[in-house]
């Protein structure tokens, strides 16, 4: 009786404009007083604060700040410089590079919509000066910024660990090969479009020398190796290594000489305004999950699932399918947090492992971030390459379809995201 009212009240709210943690926290409230529970809201100021005062929580913001430093600090240009240096002589050159500079740019910020901006800025425009046409230098860039999310450091697998208390360390295990093989597969893509439409690059390309393009951006490249070497084989937790990486950010960019106290501000700033809309939109969806629980939704979709016999594999599908419907016109964490409570329990009940769970989860709404209507990355791309919106979904598309296609893969196959925890003894 609630579900169609709700519905149709988030929908309106969405059409409209509203900030969507207004229209989560307004329904989840609206439910409330639908389904005769407002005596229980009385427990939502401190159901709010115990959601947020979870250890896991205090990496994430420290990890922004720590790209951010990265980003002002020039590290992108030093990144792209070292992988020219290398790669630029092949066919297409310059979309490996911009590939593996989000490889080892994953391991400084952690954010695709960073890597769509700050390789939107450097690397388009270069490949556009080598010949390469504005919608293909825009659609890889694009493509490849979604491997920031899921090779560690990463925000979303932290945001994801600590909302459904699974270890984090484990997941930033599983990340790892997920997001080599995707950089594989964009690559092996860049090889085919090179051929086919004559791309620039060879044997005779210009490129930077080799041991000072790698002494510019060795800070950048030992930081990754510092984090998940101390997390993974415990030395640190999380949020230490957030703090060693904010610390590392600092010492890098002022001995380089292109960071300033006044940009150290400026990040400081932009990382508690993204931490203040984060934890809005988590205390609306703390507060719709309370409403979900007390009316049994969980319990009523498992019920579903039994009576329509699904396998745990098709399960998994039914959750991709809902994920990447969610990611086409919602935040990433919103989504992640407003559907994740609802349906991991179910899987993790039939027998999914909950780290492989979470791999799919987060690479299935990420790579929501290159989808339309509202693809965070697409939005940023377009509007720093100054590029018309639909034109830049066309260029990428096929980009989209190959990443939803490895996500299926990741899927089938747990065993990818799982060898390297189960090596390591976290999974």
């Not at 998994?316 to 609802?342: C, E, Q, R, S, T």
């Not at 390297?420 to 999974?427: C, D, E, K, S």
Request: hydrophobic fraction near 60%.
């Amino acid at each position: 009786m609630q579900a169609p009212l709700i519905i149709a009240f988030t929908v309106f709210g969405l059409m409209a404009g509203a900030a969507i943690a207004y229209v989560i926290g307004a329904s989840a409230i609206l439910t409330f007083i639908a389904a005769d529970r407002q005596m229980y809201m009385a427990v939502l100021p401190q159901r709010l604060f115990s959601q947020l005062d979870v250890f896991a929580f205090l990496a994430m913001p420290l990890f922004i700040f720590a790209g951010d430093l990265m980003n002002r600090g020039g590290l992108a240009t030093a990144l792209i410089d070292f992988c020219m240096s290398f790669l630029g002589r092949l066919k297409g050159g310059l979309g490996h590079v911009n590939v593996m500079t989000s490889v080892f740019f994953a391991g400084v910020s952690g954010s695709a919509v960073s890597d769509a901006a700050a390789l939107g800025n450097s690397l388009v425009p270069e490949m556009r000066r080598r010949g390469y046409s504005l919608d293909y230098a825009a659609a890889i860039t694009g493509a490849s910024s979604i491997i920031g999310p899921i090779i560690p450091p990463s925000s979303i697998l932290i945001f994801y660990g600590a909302l459904m208390e699974t270890n984090v360390t484990a997941l930033f295990a599983a990340g790892i090969l997920p997001g080599l093989l995707l950089a594989g597969v964009l690559m092996a893509i860049n090889a085919y479009y090179a051929h086919r439409d004559n791309h620039p690059g060879g044997p005779g390309e210009d490129v930077p020398a080799f041991f000072p393009s790698l002494l510019r951006a060795l800070p950048a490249m030992t930081l990754p190796v510092i984090i998940l070497g101390g997390t993974l084989f415990g030395f640190m937790t999380p949020a230490e290594a957030a703090a060693v990486a904010v610390i590392a950010a600092l010492v890098v960019g002022f001995t380089h000489g292109n960071l300033t106290w006044n940009q150290v501000g400026a990040s400081l700033h932009r990382t508690a305004v993204m931490l203040g809309g984060l934890f809005i939109i988590l205390c609306a969806i703390s507060t719709f999950s309370y409403i979900a629980a007390l009316l049994q939704w969980p319990q009523a979709i498992k019920a579903t699932v039994e009576d329509w016999n699904l396998s745990p594999l098709q399960y998994l599908m039914l959750i991709n399918l809902i994920f990447l419907v969610a990611g086409m016109a919602m935040d990433v964490k919103a989504a992640v947090a407003l559907f994740a409570p609802i349906f991991a329990p179910v899987a993790i009940a039939m027998g999914v492992d909950p780290v492989h769970l979470g791999i799919v989860i987060c690479f299935n709404i990420t790579t929501g971030l290159l989808s339309p209507p509202l693809g965070g990355v697409l939005l940023i791309l377009a509007t720093t390459v100054r590029m018309n919106y639909w034109r830049l979904i066309r260029a990428t598309l096929p980009f989209f379809l190959a990443e939803v296609a490895l996500l299926l893969v990741l899927t089938y196959f747990p065993e990818i995201s799982l060898t390297i925890p189960r090596l390591l003894g976290l999974a």
